[in-house]
């Protein structure tokens, strides 16, 4: 095994207006932004009309550098902006610099329990996720193999994909494995919003035939009798599966609306949920039939290979949301992670571009339904150069000394 040391690790922030990490940080006109989208702000009806109102896109993106004492370098990122870079370098980086990056069980663990006091879930745990997949990147470096080879290798010879997006019609014409559509209107739009939705599906099924997989993401936004209304009134147009309907903390309510739909469509949810901890909830109360961890947030892979180890014992698939490459080694090193998300990020969603916009050089993009990744080391992407990195808390030093005041 070769000895190395992590050197140093680096947080930063994009130029302003670049997509990066958080794909609702979109300048122009875009179907991510300006379709009406339900979501937890549609109950005020100053907030309604665009999710950019109440602040999706407040944060932004984190890019870490890990460095080794021989020079390689592993990216990583998420979302958390500017406090993520903060939390990064003035605390996690006591349990990074000067470790072997081979350990990285004890590296996130030890992140994990000194964030505890503040962390848990959600900006915390999307941090420790842009370490974690930048040492894994290191890794994958050192030995020379990617990601999934360091996994277990492939399980599947090409990884099926299906689209997020608002024009199911031309992803059915890309050949993805299905599509999935926002949920435009939720409770406090009333049954003229109802009509909305089902007539949004209705088209949708009339688009794309009777046999194109059509899914409906609801970014928990509805309650528990409006979503198993919705989902009932949707079985005529054959949905797949009704996603993240409720707040992800009302676990009762999600138990409540898998009971009320079984036999009529699927219930998934796990895109705002957060280490081993959350889906352990999710599975023991049986809230969801696919669990869909996003890697950039859950906890990185170290954690989010536990959740799909776990997930195996119930029989639960694991479908993870978003997170581009970082998803796809997962997916293809274990069996019970079946098809990957692709949201459609371009504005008239009538092109494929990159999840991540700018940020990498080679993004691999799916064709034909199906994603295939590079056996490059690590990760396989390669942080575009040309793009303005900001480094807001520079340290002197590869050891934070905190200023206590
Ligand atoms: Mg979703």
Redesign the pocket.
Known sequence: MKQTRIREMRAFVIAPGEMGADYHNQTGRHWIIDLPIANPMSVYEEYKAKRTSWGINALGTVVVEVELDDGVIGIGCSIGGEPACYIIEKHLSRFVEGQDPHNVELIWDQMWRATMPYGRKGLAIQALSAVDLAIWDCLGKIRGEPVYALLGGKTKEKLPVYA?TSRPDIASHWGFQGA?IPCRYGPADGDGGLKKNIAVMAEAREQVGPDFPLRL???MALTVPYAIKLAKALAPYNLEWI??CLPPDDYDGYAAIKSALTGICLV?TG?HEYTRYGFRELIARKCADIL?PDINWVGGLTEARRIVAMAAAYDLPIIP??SSVFSYHLQYAFTNCPIA?FLVMSPQADKLVPLFGELFKNEPLPKDGYLEISDAPGWGVELNSQLELVRPYVRSGSKVTLEVG
């Open positions: 997020t999935k993401d609801c970014y996603e993240e998934t895109e869909q949301h978003g998300e």
